[in-house]
C-alpha cells in the first residue's frame, strides 16, 4: 500500500493575476513511512498535503492510493492546534472518533488514553484556553492519532513552539508514530528537525514547487533526541541547505525598485 503523486500540477487566481504553487510534482510514500517536506516558505508544500487530503483538487495529475481496498482515513495537523474553545480537550481528542460513528462511552475511554501516552491525561476535562500552547499542539496531535489514520498529514505542527517544547514533542511523536507507523508527511522549514524524524526528506525547490532531490538521513530506527549528535547528521544538513539555498537568498533579496 502507498500513495502515488504523478505530474501533479496546482494554480491559483489572485488579484494579482494566476499563482502557479506547484509544477510537475512526482513522488511515491509507502505505508509505514515518514516523509519529511522542506522547502523555501510559498513553494506549494501546504497546499500539497491538502491536495492529498482531498480538501483541494489538482489542476493536473493525478494522486492515487494503490493496495488500499478504498480511499484511505487521512488526517491533518495544522500549524495552529484548531482546537474547538468550546470543548473539553478530551471532547477534542474524540471529535474525529465522533464522526467515525464511535459510541460516546468508547470513544471517551480512547481520547482519555491517547491522552495519558502524551502526558496531558491530568487535563482531559480542561478546556484549550487553560494550556498552555505545547499542550494544545500535544492535544491536536493526539487527536490526529487516536483515530488510527492511515496516513497522517502534518502542517509544519511544531513551528509556534519554544525549542524546549519542540524537542519533547518531537521525542513524544516519535513514539506514537512508532507504535502503529501510519505514512505521515510532514512539512517543516527545520532541516534538522526533518532528518531527526523522517525516514527520507524530499527537498522542493522555489515555486512553483518541485521535488528537487531525495535525501535519507543518516539514522536507524528507533530513534530519540540522541539523534541529534549522529556526526553525519551536520553533513546531511548541509547538503539539504546547499541544494536550497539559491532560492531562498532569491526570496529574501529586497525587490530591486526602479524609477
Not at 510514500?29 to 517536506?37: D, S, T
Not at 480512547?110 to 491522552?115: D, H, V
Request: glycine share 6%; aromatic share 6%.
Amino acid at each position: 500500500m502507498h500513495l502515488s503523486v504523478f505530474h501533479i500540477t496546482k494554480a491559483f487566481i489572485s488579484p494579482r493575476g494566476t499563482i502557479s504553487a506547484l509544477a510537475d510534482v512526482t513522488f511515491t510514500a509507502f505505508q509505514g513511512e515518514f516523509v519529511a517536506l522542506v522547502g523555501p516558505s510559498g513553494c506549494g508544500k501546504s497546499t500539497l498535503l491538502r491536495l492529498v487530503a482531498g480538501l483541494l483538487a489538482p489542476d493536473s495529475g493525478q494522486i492515487e492510493f494503490p493496495g488500499w481496498p478504498q480511499p484511505p482515513k487521512r488526517r491533518l495537523v495544522f500549524q495552529d492546534h484548531a482546537l474547538f474553545p468550546w470543548m473539553t480537550v478530551a471532547d477534542n481528542v474524540a471529535f474525529g472518533l465522533e464522526m467515525d460513528g464511535i459510541d460516546r462511552t468508547d470513544r471517551r475511554q480512547r481520547a482519555i488514553a491517547q491522552l495519558e501516552s502524551m502526558g496531558l491525561a491530568g487535563f482531559a476535562d480542561h478546556y484549550p484556553h487553560e494550556l498552555s500552547g505545547g499542550m494544545k499542539q500535544r492535544a491536536a496531535i493526539a487527536r490526529a492519532f487516536v483515530t488510527q489514520p492511515d496516513i497522517l498529514l502534518m502542517d509544519e505542527p511544531l513551528r509556534a513552539l519554544d525549542a524546549q517544547t519542540r524537542l519533547v514533542i518531537q521525542e513524544e511523536l516519535l513514539s506514537l508514530w512508532e507504535r502503529r507507523r501510519p505514512l505521515v508527511l510532514y512539512v517543516t522549514h527545520d532541516i534538522e528537525e526533518a532528518l531527526l524524524l523522517a525516514d527520507r526528506v524530499l527537498v522542493m525547490s522555489g515555486r512553483p514547487g518541485q521535488v528537487r532531490a531525495e535525501v535519507t538521513p543518516p539514522l536507524g530506527r528507533p530513534r530519540d533526541l540522541t539523534g541529534r549528535a549522529h556526526p553525519e547528521i551536520e553533513e546531511s544538513k548541509w547538503q539539504i541547505w546547499k541544494l536550497l539555498e539559491e532560492d531562498v537568498r532569491r526570496q529574501i533579496q529586497p525587490q530591486r525598485v526602479t524609477s
